[in-house]
């Protein structure tokens, strides 16, 4: 690596860093630990909401799937974009009036059991940790690449510096690091999407006529098919995107870190313009990465198509834009793992201790100690399964991070607040059959069994047909609430009392009641 691309990637890095010292002196409380006090506006939230998106998975995920792929690369833009409709018009709001610091909060707020908070934190800790170790693999193999050194020693990087920005500087830093990262994205996005372009002279369908013929699969790559050949698949694959945001801790944190509901609101409108700009201009990512690039340098380098992006952009832009780009791309899983980190402890420190535990009879002093412990332990748990971890597959992991979330979480939150008759058993029952549905139907899937060697931990026959076994665990999800909900009816009448007033509040965000 030359020393510009070191420059670039130390730049950014001290600029992180800058941020997260100048945090550390507005986090007094543990309103400001986990929700930077709710002070952001609703372009900063958005921001900090796209940036949260706009994972490595999205950046180098998606570039290098419509790269080696075409057309069925480009559903993951589609199922991510999508997916912010759901959470504007069915969760942003009533979230934001019900909830405090986490989901559980949102969900104690009709059902105040300790069971249904403690079904809620385990979700939310399961699926930061699937989601965590796709993003610390992924890292430690950017980091690896770019640098020549050791795995290992990438993963304990960006696992101190993440735990950097959350001890010191809580969803603060959190939230500065994912704007300031946001932009650069952008940014980055923006110049290579122009450099491919001015290749193929700015005539956009020219572009689309070139690329019939520019790949090994020929006409097809403009078409759907070339991956997913099982329509049922695919759609179980788009289900658990679509769904999946709006259960994701991480992301569902983010409504807490403004003053009222409009605010959320608004920063949701930010956020999807955001993210649809990005999303459009991954064609130009992925087809100029197919065209410039080649599907054969692209899988020499990993054969997922991570590094498309970074590689494009040195053909285009030399090694200057190379290193701007891999340095974005290297912050953007700093700041998405340090999102996960938080959103881990907060269930750890504020779900099970302050709340189950202690019973609410914690200082804030308490809460904002226990959360930075939680974040150690969160962390290092992460660090130690993640370098053991090197040769799994990622978007595995990530799939089954967005399936746990759509199964586990959604039904959950959604009949909450839309449905009267939803109760404690139901709420548990919902919660426990995701999980567990979703966790089973992977651990017997194509991602673990698969009749090609090398394609996954065991040579043999699938059990479940399916990559993403979402097209059944969200019914499932749902199903376990209703049945849940009947079941436990006689002993949890007062639920359907409360609901008018959950809803009061969902609706206005009053809680003087």
């Known amino acids: 690596m030359s020393m510009i691309s070191i420059a670039i990637f130390f730049a950014v890095i001290l600029l992180t860093l800058y941020i997260t010292y100048w945090a550390a002196k507005q986090t007094q409380t543990a309103s400001d630990f986990y929700t930077a006090g709710g002070s952001l506006t609703g372009w900063q939230n958005g921001m900090a909401i796209a940036g949260d998106y706009l994972s490595a998975a999205s950046f180098l995920g998606i570039a290098g799937a419509i790269s080696l792929n075409g057309f069925d690369g480009f559903y993951y833009s589609v199922g991510f974009l999508t997916a912010y409709l759901v959470v504007l018009f069915l969760i942003a709001e009533p979230l934001r009036n019900l909830g405090k610091y986490t989901m559980a909060d949102m969900i104690g707020s009709r059902f105040g059991a300790k069971k249904v908070r403690g079904a809620a934190a385990l979700n939310t800790i399961t699926i930061v940790l699937f989601y965590m170790l796709a993003q610390l693999v992924g890292a430690g193999a950017l980091i690896k690449l770019l640098f020549g050194i050791d795995y290992w020693i990438s993963v304990l990087i960006v696992g101190v510096m993440m735990l950097i920005y959350v001890l010191f500087g809580g969803m603060t830093a959190t939230s500065w690091v994912q704007i300031v990262k946001a932009i650069l994205l952008m940014i980055g996005t923006i110049v290579i999407s122009f450099l491919v372009l001015m290749k193929f002279n700015f005539n956009f369908v020219g572009m689309f006529d ?250 043999g026959d699938p059990l479940f047909p399916f990559v993403n076994p979402a097209i059944v665990s969200i019914p499932a999800g749902f199903l376990a609430a209703i049945v849940g909900t009947y079941i436990g009816a006689k002993r949890h009448e007062e639920a359907e009392v409360a609901y008018a007033e959950v809803r009061f509040k969902a609706e206005t965000g009053y809680r003087g009641l």
């Open 210 to 459: 070139i690329m019939r013929t520019a790949t090994n699969h020929g006409e097809s790559f403009l078409h759907s098919g070339v991956v997913y050949k099982d329509p049922i698949g695919l759609i179980s694959v788009l289900l658990a995107l679509v769904l999946g945001t709006a259960g994701l801790p991480h992301i569902l944190m983010r409504f807490f870190t403004v003053k009222d509901a409009k605010t959320a609101r608004s920063s949701v409108v930010y956020a999807v313009w955001i993210i649809g700009i990005f999303y459009v201009l991954t064609i130009f990512l992925g087809f100029g990465a197919a065209k410039f690039v080649g599907s054969k340098a692209i899988i020499a380098e990993n054969a997922a198509g991570n590094m498309a992006a970074p590689m494009l952009a040195g053909v285009l832009g030399g090694d200057a834009l190379e290193s701007f780009v891999a340095a974005v791309a290297f912050a953007t899983i700093l700041a998405v793992v340090a999102g996960l980190v938080l959103s881990g402890a907060s269930a750890i420190a504020h779900d099970l201790y302050a709340e189950i535990i202690m019973k609410g009879k914690v200082t804030e002093k308490q809460q904002v100690k226990a959360a930075r412990i939680a974040a150690i332990s969160v962390g290092i748990v992460s660090i130690l399964l993640a370098l053991g971890s090197e040769k799994l597959n990622v978007a595995f992991l990530v799939s089954l991070a967005f399936c746990i979330a759509a199964s586990a979480n959604v039904p959950t939150i959604l009949l909450t607040i839309y449905w009267r008759k939803f109760n404690t058993t139901g709420t548990v029952a919902s919660m426990l059959t995701g999980l567990i549905t979703a966790l089973v139907l992977v651990a017997v899937s194509p991602n673990v069994i698969n009749p090609v060697p090398g394609a996954a931990f065991f040579v």
